[in-house]
């Protein structure tokens, strides 16, 4: 019994924090799915394939300390089939800014198993090697990790210093990002950033700051994660432009947003709305605010009759 209570807490865990974890490729948002049905054993397998010691319905990290690891799910190699990321934040434990993930698939046997292992910000580009996405991982510096037939490999050297420069904004600083983060409505306690009654929370990583219609300017995508805040889609995001000597919300929405390559007014990009399913709503904006313009199919007829 005490087993099983054990599984059972571990199962619960893992879906209370199995829509925290935003991940992003590029210029577009890598589409992050509720996580798959599975059993209570095989929940706990993927804990352990992960990294993760069970122990007394907690998650203990390689350190021994107890931890409350992340887990987002994607397909990485558009098969069908769903791989897991699961990412750690513990800074004593992993050093740096503290960020150590595990990227798994399931072999053959239907097991978890580890792809891709290390310490740092994980991410995606839309560039893609044996028919999956390569990783970005930034640490010391900035690493495109290739998928080598059995999993990923970490190259020795760092992206060049063009490449790393490419994926660091300019011209934004830590005041503008907690001035933008208070402009969303936002509030910093215990370090991080609160939302819908401290039920959400907010992060903007540094892909997330870019120039969005090319007029020179930086704008700052807000990501908000939380079930109490979205449903089973998990997450939210604000597209947050300089005001005078502030910010402003240009545009919030549900979702996971993909930016594309088509434009509207002013040269803002058209926002894919992701999330679970295969029918995504596309926004553009008509000179004064985002509006629906088209749907976007995953699969050929999944927006047949809507």
Not at 109 to 131: K, M, V
Request: aromatic content about 10%; overall charge neutral; some cysteine.
């Amino acid at each position: 019994m005490a087993h099983q209570n054990e599984v059972g807490d571990m199962r619960r865990t893992m879906l209370g924090f199995a829509l925290g974890l935003t991940l992003t490729a590029g210029a577009q948002a890598q589409t992050v799915v509720p996580p798959p049905k599975m059993s209570q054993v095989e929940g706990v397998q993927l804990f352990e394939a992960g990294g993760f010691k069970v122990a007394g319905g907690k998650a203990i990290n390689v350190c021994g300390t107890a931890s409350q690891p992340k887990f987002a799910f994607m397909d990485l190699n558009g098969d069908g089939a769903l791989e897991a990321a699961a990412v750690d934040k513990n800074p004593s434990c992993y050093g740096g800014d503290g960020l150590w993930f595990t990227l798994l698939a399931k072999g053959g046997d239907g097991r978890w198993r580890a792809i891709a292992r290390d310490s740092g910000a994980l991410g995606f580009e839309t560039s893609r090697t044996n028919g999956w996405l390569d990783v970005r991982v930034t640490g010391d510096c900035v690493r495109i990790w290739k998928h080598a037939g059995d999993g990923y490999r970490r190259p020795a050297a760092c992206a060049p210093a063009s490449f790393a420069k490419a994926q660091t904004a300019t011209g934004v600083t830590a005041a503008d990002r907690a001035a933008a983060l208070r402009a969303a409505g936002f509030v910093s306690q215990g370090g991080r950033w609160l939302g819908g009654e401290g039920h959400c929370e907010a992060a903007i990583e540094p892909s997330d700051i870019r120039d969005l219609n090319g007029d020179g300017r930086q704008e700052i995508v807000i990501t908000e994660t939380g079930t109490f805040c979205y449903g089973n889609t998990g997450q939210g995001f604000y597209v947050m432009e300089r005001a005078g000597n502030g910010w402003r919300t240009l545009f919030q929405s549900q979702g996971i947003p993909e930016f594309l390559p088509t434009k509207g007014a002013g040269g803002w990009p058209d926002i894919v709305l992701g999330g679970p399913g295969f029918c995504f709503p596309v926004v553009r904006f008509n000179g004064k605010a985002y509006a629906n313009h088209r749907q976007k199919e995953e699969q050929p007829g999944a927006c047949s009759g809507r």
